[in-house]
Each structure stands twice: as structure tokens, then as C-alpha cells.
């Protein structure tokens, strides 16, 4: 393996190292004694346990999809059909599902994911492909519902337990920290450990993650009270439901623009996270050179876990609307690197013809035909890894901003709301990924978060100027409290 590989890996370790020391010698979010600082850590461990083990199940899918996909014989076009399918769920009957939650209740919505996520990965045993669509269905409900009912759950119970709004953001960034980084790089070594060493197959890494569900449904059943989002309207019938959460919803939206920007920040920034995701591979192989796929998911994890740790130390230290703007301006930066150097489907088409050519020649000489990752690839590597160090910023920071602005009895529904437009662009991306150079790609990605970092700028402004007429009062942020004078004109509750 070549060495770029290591020293990028060895030097994020090396950064998560430190700033877990600075968080450790700064004291973190959370000060105080007393039994309430003690009910605190139970809730917020409890939490992160359950979400790292939600997280699990996610992960040790990742890795074996498409790969399990072309087990069973599908090209590219009926594979990019499934995926599609996924991503139209979540968008369409996922957000449907997960407004309910609101009504219902969270812990029902947590538990519905378990069951309908452990349904999706059993479908993965048959080869038919009207089974495996049905399969993607249900994931793409149940990916819409770990991104709200959960962190709407959590919320609720953090405030009517009278708990400190600033240490929502600490538990935000450990769950964050092992849920999408720890946890992510310990699934992709088991589900790599059961294909590759136990040649389990493909099917295996789903089977372990519906182990893992299964055993944080039980957490959740035994230890997780319910909580609601509306308690009234108790008669009312789940069409009635629907229509006036959406309406509420929608209220809530239009009359407060710091929700609408909230949301178009959001819907932005994992619209071209989501689209990251399907073209950094071309992007680092553009004439298909061996990389090495494993070791570079290792460290865009161990990235993602230095965002997560830096998020803390920056919530500590200023308030999480000023350094926002710097994340997504950034994340521009980074994913215009590749529309920088060119990479294009064109441009991969004429250097695969120049490279089985050289190919040809190399082979008729005795040498060496497959090559690494090339210079300009290690240098694209290089920004996805900071991209992905924003990434981790980017998750606990954006939940924070969200508990302090989404009103409490339609949280589910409008952070489902905010998932339509993100989900609707990567089903046009994926099913016209084909017809644009990757270049054009990340730079309309590159453009998204510039066009984020231009609303964050406004909703910093907003923020500043104090909630309008009939909103919600803006909640103290931990900077804010620990130094008044950051506050400026804006309120406090």
C-alpha cells in the first residue's frame, strides 16, 4: 500500500489525538456538580449508546451495497434504479412516516426505524430484484426517520428534564463523534472481516447490522420514556394529522426566516455531501488507478471524528452561527478542487484509451501495468479529507442551531421537510450522473455551499438583530454565556 496512505491517516489520528486532549483539559460543555449534572450524563450516554448502535447498522451496510448488487448480476442502470428508489422513499413516504412521530411519538418513530431497517436488510438474502426495490424502500423511510426522530426524541427529553441548552450541543458532538466516526470505521472492519476473512459473502455485513438494530430496539423499548411533539388533536385521524402538521409546519417556515434559512443551509450542504459520496471515487481514480477504497474510507472517518471533536471545542469558545459561515465557505473551497483539475467523464474516456495503450506497452515489456493513485488524485484526497473534518463540524453544529429554532411540536415534521429538496436533487444527480463531467459536478456542489455560506452570513444577522414579531426568542449560547459581550443585540431566554 502506497505510503501517501498512512501519513494522511497517521496525521489525523495525530489531530483527533490533540483535540480530544484540548477538550479534555478545557472541560468541555458541560460544568457544574449535583445530582441534575448526574441525570445529565445518564441521559446523554444512554443517547449516544443508542445512536452509535443506530449508526452501526447504517454502516455495516455502506460498504457491501452496490458490491452485493453486482453479486447478484445487475449492471450500473438497474443498480443506480435502487438507489434512486432509496433516496425517492425517503423523500416522498419517509417524510410522511416521520412527520408522524411528532403526534405519535419519538420512541415509536425510533423503534418503526429498528423494524423497518432490520425488514430492509433481510430482503437483501433474495436476488429478485422487485424484493431488493421493496428493500430500498423501506431503507429510505428508515433513513429519514434516524435523521429526526431521534434527534427530535432527544431534544424533548433534554429540555423538559430541565437540563442547560448549551450541553445539548456536547452530547450532539460525542454522538456524532462515535456514532459517524468510531463506529464507522469499527463496521467497515467487521463487515470486512466477515466477507474477506470468514467468506460469509456479501449478505453477511447485513445480517450483523440487523443483530446490532435488534439490540438497540431493546435499549430503546427498556430505557427510553416517550415523548410527543403535539398533545392535542388527540382525536383526530392520520390524514387530519398530516394535513395540519404539514400546515404548521409550513407556517412555521414562511413566518420565521430563520427556520427557511436553517433548512436551505441544510438541504444545501447534504446535497452535496450525499453527491460527494457517488463521485469521489472517479474523482481520485479519473484513469483507473488502483486506490486503495478501504483505507481511504478510514481516513475520511477519522476526518469526520476531528470535526466532531473540533465542533465541542468551538461551541465552547464562540457562538455556533459566527463560525458556521467558515464551514461552508470552506467546504466550497474543497470540493472545487476537482472542477480545478479538470476531472471530467470525457476527459476519464480519451485518458482510458492513452492508458490501455501505455497499458499494452508496459505489458509487452514485462512491467508493471496497474498504477497508484497519481499526484493530483493524492492532492483531491487531501481536500476530500478536510471536506470531510467539515463534515463533522458541520452535523453537531447544524443540531444545535436546530434545537434552538425548530418549534418543539413539529420538530419531526420540518426537519423531514428540510430532507425533501436534498433527497430530490441526488435522485436528478444520480439518474444524470452520466450525461455531466464530474468537474461540473462538484462545482455546482462547490456552488451550494458557497450559496449556504451566503445564508449563513444572513441568518447570523437575523440572529443578531433579535427574533421577529411572534417567533420563538433566541435560547444563550454556551459563548454567550461565558462571555456576555459576544452577545450583541441579540436576545436571550
Not at 272 to 290: N, Q
Not at 322 to 345: Q, R
Amino acid at each position: 500500500m502506497e505510503q501517501v496512505y498512512w501519513v494522511i491517516f497517521g496525521a489525523l489520528a495525530f489531530i483527533v489525538a490533540g483535540l480530544v486532549l484540548t477538550q479534555a483539559k478545557e472541560g468541555g460543555l458541560v460544568s457544574g456538580a449535583g445530582s441534575q449534572l448526574q441525570a445529565f450524563f445518564a441521559l446523554r450516554n444512554n443517547y449516544v449508546f443508542v445512536y452509535a448502535l443506530m449508526m452501526a447498522g447504517d454502516w455495516l451496510q455502506g460498504p457491501y451495497v452496490y458490491a452485493l448488487y453486482q453479486h447478484y448480476g445487475y449492471d450500473v442502470k438497474d443498480i443506480g434504479r435502487l438507489f434512486i428508489a432509496g433516496f425517492g422513499s425517503s423523500m416522498i413516504f419517509g417524510t410522511v412516516v416521520g412527520s408522524l412521530a411528532d403526534k405519535h411519538g419519538r420512541k415509536k418513530a425510533a423503534l418503526l426505524y429498528v423494524v423497518l431497517y432490520a425488514a430492509s436488510c433481510a430482503t437483501k438474502h433474495s436476488p429478485d430484484y422487485g424484493v431488493l426495490m421493496i428493500g430500498r424502500l423501506l431503507g429510505g423511510i428508515a433513513t429519514s426517520l434516524l435523521f429526526s426522530a431521534f434527534e427530535s426524541w432527544l431534544v424533548a427529553e433534554h429540555f423538559s428534564r430541565g437540563f442547560d441548552e448549551k450541553w445539548l450541543g456536547d452530547t450532539f458532538s460525542k454522538a456524532v463523534f462515535v456514532g459517524n466516526g468510531l463506529m464507522a470505521i469499527l463496521a467497515g472492519l467487521v463487515a470486512s472481516y466477515l466477507v474477506d476473512s470468514l467468506k460469509m459473502g456479501p449478505v453477511a455485513p447485513f445480517d450483523a447490522a440487523i443483530v446490532v438494530l435488534l439490540a438497540g430496539g431493546v435499549v430503546i423499548y427498556a430505557s427510553w420514556p416517550e415523548n410527543y411533539g403535539d398533545h392535542a388533536h388527540a382525536a383526530e385521524g392520520v390524514v387530519d394529522v398530516l394535513r395540519r402538521q404539514f400546515a404548521v409546519a409550513a407556517g412555521a417556515i414562511i413566518g420565521d426566516q430563520r427556520i427557511a434559512l436553517l433548512g436551505a443551509m441544510q438541504s444545501l450542504f447534504e446535497a452535496s455531501m450525499y453527491t460527494f459520496v457517488f463521485l469521489w471515487t472517479p474523482a481520485l481514480a479519473p484513469a483507473g488507478e488502483r486506490i486503495y477504497h478501504g483505507m481511504i474510507f478510514a481516513c475520511f472517518m477519522t476526518a469526520s471524528m476531528a470535526g466532531s471533536s473540533l465542533s465541542g471545542i468551538l461551541m465552547k469558545r464562540y457562538k455556533v452561527e459566527s463560525y458556521m459561515k467558515y464551514v461552508f465557505g470552506l467546504s466550497a473551497l474543497t470540493l472545487a478542487v476537482p472542477f480545478l483539475f479538470h476531472v471530467s467523464i470525457a476527459e476519464q474516456t480519451s485518458s482510458d484509451s492513452h492508458r490501455r495503450s501505455l497499458q499494452a506497452a508496459e505489458l509487452a515489456a514485462g512491467k508493471e501495468v496497474v498504477h497508484g493513485i497519481s499526484l493530483q488524485g493524492q492532492m483531491q484526497l487531501v481536500a476530500f479529507c478536510v471536506f470531510e473534518v467539515l463534515v463533522g463540524v458541520f452535523w453537531p453544529s447544524m443540531m444545535t442551531l436546530r434545537a434552538r429554532f425548530i418549534p418543539e411540536e413539529t420538530r419531526s415534521t420540518i426537519i423531514n421537510v428540510f430532507r425533501i429538496p436534498l433527497n430530490f436533487f441526488v435522485c436528478v444527480v444520480l439518474y444524470n450522473v452520466h450525461l455531466f463531467p464530474l468537474s461540473s459536478m462538484f462545482a455546482l456542489c462547490a456552488t451550494f455551499l458557497a450559496i449556504a455560506c451566503v445564508l449563513q452570513i444572513r441568518l447570523e444577522r437575523l440572529i443578531r438583530a433579535g427574533p421577529p414579531a411572534g417567533a420563538a426568542p433566541v435560547k444563550a449560547t454556551p459563548a454567550e454565556e461565558d462571555h456576555p459581550l459576544l452577545a450583541g443585540t441579540a436576545e436571550k431566554a
